[in-house]
């Protein structure tokens, strides 16, 4: 049987590009930096989801196109959460609080050996070893800490946000799965806290704009924050101190220049254990 020739880019960002794939699929073409053990991550893991019973699209084939690792996927017909906040402000507060249930829903699942996705802890270490801007005394006290944080063998997404959740005619899809990993709930979900209360509103941006955005997020992280509280049984306490390996981590990830700057302050001050921890980042 011929496979389908690729059709129009309907999205891209820093990891791939997204192209039409025949009646009733999206061909993830990712880009040429990244090795091909990268797209088996994501497929193994869209996979391990998909199986588990999460709302994921279907991996339906991983494959190679124009020498690029690349993944064919069911198409979700619908936009992004992200896209709704912005449509629809008002909805913040729900959506906030159904993203908490999404994740929940994700943390429950069992992510044992047999699952085969990699160790939350161990990809931490190694992106905290790489982490630019951080001198190597300020990498070696981020891994001591790392170190006492508790083990755990839950599925985590590892980069849930409102752009990685579609929102279709009866549901929500998580997309995006290249991230995922076996550890503990706790650091997915003070991933996801930290990259909402961090990411900087571009430059281009009217100040009107900025402020209903700022208006939006503080409504959407208040919710989101109770509601995976109540249903997950965590607290405050349980994800502040992975605040510091994540935000060190996240330096690997090449954010933009204001939310270096933003991390490389936190990871400073957190580092120094007498002066107060980041609470405002978790309690709102």
């Not at 190679?64 to 959460?81: F, N, Q």
């Not at 160790?119 to 006290?141: C, H």
């Amino acid at each position: 049987m011929t496979e389908p020739m690729p059709g129009g880019l309907f999205a891209q960002g820093r990891t791939a590009k997204l192209y039409t794939y025949g009646a009733d699929r999206v061909l993830k073409v990712f880009r040429k930096q990244f090795p091909h053990s990268f797209a088996e991550q994501e497929f193994r893991a869209s996979r391990f989801a998909w199986a588990a019973g999460l709302p994921v699209p279907k991996a339906v084939e991983l494959m190679e196109w124009d020498g690029k690792p690349a993944i064919s996927y069911e198409r979700i017909p619908g936009g992004s959460l992200l896209r709704r906040l912005m449509a629809r402000p008002w909805q913040a507060g729900r959506l906030g609080s159904r993203m908490a249930e999404l994740q929940t829903a994700v943390n429950r699942i069992e992510a044992g050996p047999g699952s085969a996705l990699p160790s939350l802890r161990e990809g931490l270490k190694a992106r905290i070893q790489t982490a630019p801007l951080l001198s190597e005394a300020e990498k070696q006290a981020v891994l001591h800490r790392l170190e006492q944080l508790p083990d755990g063998g839950q599925l985590c997404h590892g980069d849930f946000h409102p752009g990685n959740v579609l929102i279709k005619a009866d549901g929500e899809v998580i997309i995006d799965w290249m991230t995922a990993s076996a550890g503990h709930p706790a650091a997915d979900a003070a991933r996801t806290l930290l990259v909402l209360r961090t990411a900087v509103v571009p430059d281009d941006y009217s100040r009107l704009a900025a402020l209903l955005i700022g208006a939006i997020r503080s409504v959407l992280l208040r919710r989101y924050t109770q509601t995976y509280f109540r249903l997950s049984g965590l607290t405050a306490e349980d994800l502040e101190p992975w605040l510091l390996p994540l935000a060190a981590a996240r330096l690997h990830e090449d954010p933009s220049p204001e939310e270096k700057l933003a991390l490389v302050k936190l990871v400073q001050r957190l580092i120094d254990e007498s002066h107060p921890i980041e609470a405002s980042l978790i309690r709102l």
